[in-house]
């Protein structure tokens, strides 16, 4: 039973992934990535990451994507659909790509896998992920949210129209 | 015949007691529950307008009953029988414009998620040996909030289905207003996690037993979190009626200046749906309230804030639950007629420059008092 939700997550994962960078009008795009993300959220549900897989769906289905939507709603589509496939887009996608999926598959070699049997040690997560996060992963911690707010006041200073 | 039936119940046990839950809340509980809820708020607001609200529907042969029948007639109580069969029969026009895809999708997104979050929340104590909780998660709280930020996709892609004008800014506003009392909803229950130390909404309840004491001192009100936290009440409170679209907050569909709003281009069963998705909100968010600060099924006497040990104790524990429940639901819809609509700047400021300051500094203040106390 678990295999098969597994499968079906996974393969839900990938083809919404697929249809998102597939599709020409980006409110399908959206829409197909909210796809792609509660399927993730199925994932972690699997592995009985219930706190991960909640604040997945909160986060990035119900927040992030929602403001996504309301920008693209707000923008002139007709330009986005027409615009045509360039060539150094696609080498530059394979690029990166490539280099992702080498990292990847170092890294996954290099790491030694849990067990089945350890998978347990994430059951019930809330309290230890807590804890971890404020001992050991203090500084990785406190970094990304210093990186989200320098987004932020990025983001800000941008959007003002005369500056000084 | 019956041997292999109470095998199969033996064997599957824990299925067939969560598929016997579902049916028995979503279809026996919480849609009744809507068809009444519509009931009630044409009444009520009949009542408030000096009016006498719907009164004509009779069926043949209970009406014929003396006293009861003319008094359910007056009551409307067949009326929701036949706005039902109303919506089935009128005509289901889709409009040559929109985008029929997601024109057919919005309206299930909307009732869905409101249908989903029901899985969590404790209703009753135990019934025999089982849990009144469809799913007892221990990331409970947490589960709801991720379900009910769903919602939100089915009012803005109806917006965006609809390919029109007023619908298009319904959904805007909308998606607009619950992201922004979103934040504000979900920061109100930090203290209240902080005080219970659980996500789970079992482990809410049982803290929220006994009576309050408020420095060594007992006081004669139950030890709701109402009263501990009264702040994150009123906040969490204002943000449901912002997250269900009800005024004083509903501008995604201010009649006034979008016709409609989202659901303009809708017609006969599609927008029922719509309109129940509403009402199911209105159902969840106040047993969410129930649930996290007025001690859901317990009450602090006669040992009903103990998990029930017969059948009529657990019976009693659901009817609290629903009593309670029903109290809000009054006073969503009562609010309704009382109040004019907010301005929608007005809306905004008071979700992002008062609210979330606030929720911040009590979430402060909170575990600073934990701090001390420790």
Redesign the interface.
């Known amino acids: 039973m678990q295999d098969y939700l597994f499968y079906i997550f996974a393969a839900m994962t990938l083809i919404c992934g697929a249809l998102v960078i597939v599709n020409r009008n980006p409110v399908n795009s959206a829409m197909f990535l909210v796809l792609a993300i509660a399927s993730m959220a199925g994932l972690f549900v699997l592995l009985h990451a219930f706190f991960l897989a909640a604040v997945q769906v909160l986060v990035y289905a119900g927040a992030v994507m929602v403001l996504f939507l309301f920008v693209i709603m707000l923008l002139n589509l007709k330009d986005e659909e027409r615009r045509r496939i360039k060539k150094r887009g696609v080498v530059a996608g394979v690029f990166a790509v490539a280099v992702i999926g080498w990292s990847y598959y170092r890294s996954i070699q290099g790491a030694d896998l849990p067990t089945i049997a350890s998978a347990d040690r994430l059951e019930g997560a809330t309290i230890p992920l807590g804890k971890l996060l404020f001992t050991n992963y203090l500084l990785p911690f406190e970094i990304l949210s210093v990186l989200l707010l320098v987004a932020m006041i990025g983001v800000i200073l941008l959007s003002k129209k005369d500056l000084k | 015949m019956m041997a292999s039936i109470q095998n199969l119940i033996a064997d599957n046990h824990f299925v067939v007691f969560s598929a016997l839950k579902v049916v028995v809340v979503i279809f026996l509980a919480l849609l009744p529950m809507v068809a009444y809820a519509v009931l009630a708020e044409r009444k009520i607001s009949a009542y408030i307008q000096d009016r006498l609200g719907p009164n004509r529907v009779a069926l043949p042969l209970i009406s014929s009953i003396p006293i009861i029948g003319p008094f359910l007639t007056k009551l409307g109580f067949w009326q929701p029988m036949v706005d039902g069969v109303k919506s089935f029969l009128k005509e289901d026009f889709t409009p040559a414009h929109v985008r029929k895809v997601y024109f057919w999708l919005a309206p299930a997104i909307t009732l869905i998620p409101a249908f989903l979050t029901v899985a969590v929340i404790p209703f009753g104590s135990t019934l025999g040996n089982e849990k009144m909780v469809i799913a007892d998660?221990?990331?409970g709280i947490?589960?709801t909030?991720?379900?009910?930020?769903?919602g939100?996709?089915g009012i803005?892609?109806a917006?965006?289905a609809a390919n029109s004008k007023y619908p298009?800014l319904g959904?805007?506003r909308s998606?607009?207003q619950?992201?922004s009392y979103?934040i504000a909803m979900g920061l109100s229950v930090i203290p209240v996690f902080l005080l219970v130390g659980n996500?789970n909404l079992s482990s809410v309840i049982g803290y929220q037993t006994g009576l309050l004491h408020i420095l060594g001192a007992t006081m004669p009100l139950p030890n709701w979190l109402a009263f501990k936290q009264p702040l994150a009440f009123l906040i969490f409170w204002v943000a449901a009626f912002a997250e269900t679209n009800r005024l004083p907050f509903d501008l995604p569909e201010s009649e006034t200046e979008l016709v409609g709003g989202y659901n303009t281009e809708y017609s006969s069963m599609k927008f029922a749906l719509f309109f129940m998705g509403e009402y199911a909100n209105m159902i969840t968010s106040s047993a969410m309230m129930v649930t996290l600060f007025l001690g859901g099924w317990t009450l602090p006497f006669w040992g009903l804030d103990q998990p029930a040990t017969s059948i009529p104790m657990g019976l009693a524990h659901i009817g609290i639950f629903i009593g309670k429940m029903l109290c809000f639901m009054v006073v969503f819809i009562w609010v309704r007629w009382m109040l004019p609509r907010f301005r929608y700047d007005h809306l905004m400021d008071l979700g992002w420059r008062r609210f979330i300051p606030l929720t911040l500094a009590n979430i402060l203040v909170t575990a600073f008092i934990l701090w001390v106390k420790r």
Do not use: H
């Open positions: 998660l221990d990331v947490l589960y909030f991720g379900i009910v930020s769903l939100v996709y803005v892609l917006g965006y298009f959904g805007i998606s607009a619950m992201i979103e996500l």
